[in-house]
């Protein structure tokens, strides 16, 4: 039987925070609640990785982040505790920025198709002639691709060229010609520009990161050279479960869950899978679920007040001059990303085509099947189809390219059959890649261009549901119980945009948008803004986390303007628009005016958005699932975006907060969190010590003039209570007469350790949400 969790604590290893520093921690996790300890990846990363998903080693655990000793001692003790060990794994890709420090990788470019792990890496051999092209180039090292490359040399045998060094094939550097031009024209790589990665990579990789290469874990002797530690893990009864990353990427994700499940004799394992509204996992998955982010849409959503999205909306397409609908806006963005950096894997589906067809890809033939194969991607109305499931979505998306673009039916006719074909090589190709163009094109592109409410710009939402109606809310938690009562569920992550409790207060702007309005309104005022809806983005950003540091604000100003890339990207920044942005985080900081405005607007959300926090981190502990206490998240969680989600966590402040945690209601920004420490601890015991008392779902009722601000529901046995709409709440004079349902019995109050009244002013008179349980049972 299939050892579950009570719940997970998710903990970033790194040299900084080594497993021997996480098994140190236990003790404070076990007296939080905790039920397992959730590790990120652990194998040998990229030397200086902080997030370790680029493994260059996947036979053994990364030295820099303690080794297998330390993970034996964690291990110990964690079991020593009663708790579990779950560890993030990365079946996907492979890190190859520096080739020396990833034997496949460097014997791959030394020996080329003659490799013994050339089969290991998805490379398409003939796009590149025989030869694995490289973007490492500068554009001053080669501007012509027939000029000679600038800066490299022969170095120790290898060849270099800064500071990168690669393999040189045997035999191809004899001393009588030691030129490095023709060293290099001899090896089984070419080194080519930068900018040719997204028109001509010829190997798969993660997204549009050249230095993650995938890896062909379809293959049984790759998955097993690949899984070889963590075959060993589970054959030493070193770790409980695994939570796999980014399963879209692979050829086959349900046979490789199979190969998974006979591999940990059917460990607990979920998966990192972004599901669109509506949309269900693979029944035949072999998985306990998602890691939640489903759950982190409704939760969010159920708290905002659906009033709020008609000014808004209008504010938003105001400031932008003109806002498209949600569903054009990310067609548009991934039509970009499938054109411009990710391409190269738009060709290479096409030469699928090409040879399934038994056709000469010539330009006349080549334009109009990749424009046709642009346009699915861009229509694909969720990440990826897992033929014969999902069929439904390639002809929704071809039926929109059918509608949209007449011009290109007939290369329609002709790739269509080939993609809903399940075994055939073009249709696999593209369910690997359609993921990719969703999360470059949404996750990182329109999630920076769309500012009504950002707190629903999230991984795994629809910024377009803007709420959630309660009685919406218990269906799908009803249906998650049936479905996946043993699915993980979370409120932040490492891949979060924004961290829980800064999502929180930005959703009481949906309370109040007429005040965010004037406000917004004095800000550009204060402080001109090259462009205002970009504007918008910031300076609920800004509000929803402060008070925080200058830089990490310049951080977040950077990565978000580039991402949206509408006035600047990465790869060709507008020095002048960026220095603006910078200019209008710095007057945050620098001008009183500004200063006063930010700091006035966050104090007005603080208690309102606190009151959010403690009801979505009650929510997300007490639905059906396996909660997921993301690191330092017991207390206010106030990060942006990665890196910033990645900061050090300040653990001893928290092991001092845990003795005086108290059920005191949260006030001002300043708060310490120790209300918020007091929830999360009470129901991750309750959920350990009681798990009898999660065993089924149920909505409860409330009745007076305050009703629809209260959500509760029994889990059999422990009951939550939540409030909804604070500033509403307070507006109408509270709660009045309203009253919660409850069933029958005599209850307790866990959180405040008194009996139970069912009138809500009393139950909820110290904290804005209620844990409750049967004294008689």
Excluded: C
């Amino acid at each position: 039987m299939t050892r579950v969790p009570s719940s997970t604590y998710r903990l970033q290893v790194r040299a900084s925070f080594d497993l021997d520093a996480a098994r140190e921690l236990l003790a404070y996790l076990d007296d939080l609640g905790v039920g397992w300890v959730y590790l990120s990846p652990l194998l040998e990363a990229h030397p200086g990785s902080d997030h370790g998903y680029d493994v260059v080693d996947p036979t053994r655990v990364d030295p820099a982040r303690g080794g297998p000793d330390a993970l034996a001692r964690l291990s110990a003790e964690a079991h020593r505790r009663g708790m579990g060990v779950l560890v993030d794994v990365v079946p996907n890709h492979v890190g190859v920025e520096s080739p020396a420090t990833n034997g496949w990788w460097w014997d791959v470019l030394k020996h080329g198709r003659d490799s013994r792990f050339a089969r290991f890496f998805d490379i398409d051999w003939a796009a590149g002639q025989g030869k694995v092209l490289l973007p490492v180039l500068g554009d001053d090292d080669q501007p012509d691709p027939t000029a000679p490359i600038a800066n490299l040399r022969l170095v120790d045998g290898m060849l270099g060229y800064h500071d990168h060094r690669f393999p040189l094939a045997p035999g191809t550097a004899d001393a009588g010609d030691e030129d490095p031009q023709h060293v290099h024209e001899r090896q089984h790589y070419r080194l080519v520009s930068w900018r040719a990665a997204d028109d001509d990579l010829d190997y798969r990789r993660f997204f549009a990161v050249n230095t993650l290469a995938g890896v062909r874990v379809e293959d049984r002797d790759v998955f097993e050279a690949s899984h070889v530690e963590i075959a060993r893990w589970f054959r030493e009864r070193l770790v409980d479960g695994l939570r796999v990353d980014h399963p879209d990427g692979l050829r086959h994700p349900a046979a490789y869950l199979d190969d998974l499940a006979d591999l940990t004799g059917s460990a607990w394992v979920v998966v990192e899978k972004i599901l669109e509204p509506g949309e269900e996992l693979p029944a035949r998955w072999n998985t306990a679920g998602t890691t939640g982010y489903e759950v982190l849409a409704m939760v969010d959503r159920v708290l905002v007040d659906p009033d709020g999205e008609a000014p808004l909306s209008a504010l938003d397409d105001r400031l932008r001059g003109g806002v498209p609908p949600w569903s054009t806006l990310v067609r548009d963005n991934k039509r970009h990303v499938a054109d411009t950096i990710l391409h190269a894997e738009v060709r290479r589906i096409a030469r699928e085509i090409a040879v399934e067809l038994e056709t000469v890809p010539d330009a006349a033939w080549r334009q109009p099947v990749e424009a046709v194969l642009v346009e699915l991607l861009a229509a694909f109305p969720v990440y990826r189809s897992y033929l014969p499931e999902g069929r439904d979505h390639l002809d929704a998306a071809a039926a929109a390219v059918r509608a949209d673009r007449p011009d290109l039916a007939d290369a329609l006719d002709r790739v269509l059959p080939l993609l809903a074909d399940r075994v055939r090589a073009p249709s696999l190709r593209f369910q690997q890649t359609s993921g990719m163009i969703m999360a470059k094109g949404v996750e990182d592109r329109a999630f920076y261009r769309w500012s009504r409410l950002t707190s629903l710009n999230e991984v795994g939402a629809d910024p377009a549901q803007f709420a959630l109606a309660a009685d919406a809310f218990h269906a799908a938690m009803a249906r998650r119980q049936s479905s996946a009562p043993h699915a993980m569920t979370t409120s932040s992550t490492h891949d979060t945009k924004r961290g829980e409790d800064v999502r929180a207060r930005i959703s009481v702007i949906a309370e109040d948008p007429e005040w965010w309005s004037a406000t917004l309104e004095a800000l550009l005022a204060a402080a001109p803004a090259p462009d205002p809806g970009f504007a918008n983005l910031l300076w609920q950003a800004a509000v929803g986390a402060w008070p925080l540091e200058r830089e990490r604000l310049h951080g977040y100003a950077e990565k978000a303007m580039r991402e949206a890339g509408d006035r600047t990207t990465w790869t060709a920044p507008d020095t002048s628009y960026e220095k603006a942005v910078h200019a209008l985080v710095d007057a945050a900081y620098d001008d009183p005016a500004v200063a006063a405005l930010v700091e006035d607007a966050a104090t007005r959300l603080a208690d309102p958005g606190w009151s959010n926090a403690l009801s979505a981190k009650l929510l997300t502990l007490t639905v059906p699932g396996v909660p997921d206490v993301y690191q330092g998240s017991e207390l206010w969680e106030q990060s942006l975006v990665d890196p910033d989600n990645r900061r050090p966590v300040d653990f001893a402040l928290r092991r001092h907060l845990l003795a005086e945690a108290a059920p005191v209601r949260p006030s001002g920004l300043e708060d310490d969190g120790r209300a918020k420490l007091h929830v999360v601890r009470t129901t991750l015991r309750l959920r350990r010590d009681r798990p009898d008392l999660f065993s089924r779902y149920e909505p409860l009722t409330a009745t007076g003039a305050a009703a629809h601000h209260l959500l509760a529901f029994d889990r059999g046995g422990a009951i939550a209570v939540a409030t909804r709409l604070p500033l509403g709440l307070e507006r109408a004079g509270g709660w009045r007469d309203t009253r919660l349902e409850l069933p029958p019995g005599e209850w307790r109050e866990l959180l405040t350790d008194r009996p139970v009244s069912p009138e809500a002013g009393v139950l909820l008179r110290d904290l804005p949400v209620a844990l409750l349980v049967r004294e008689d049972r």
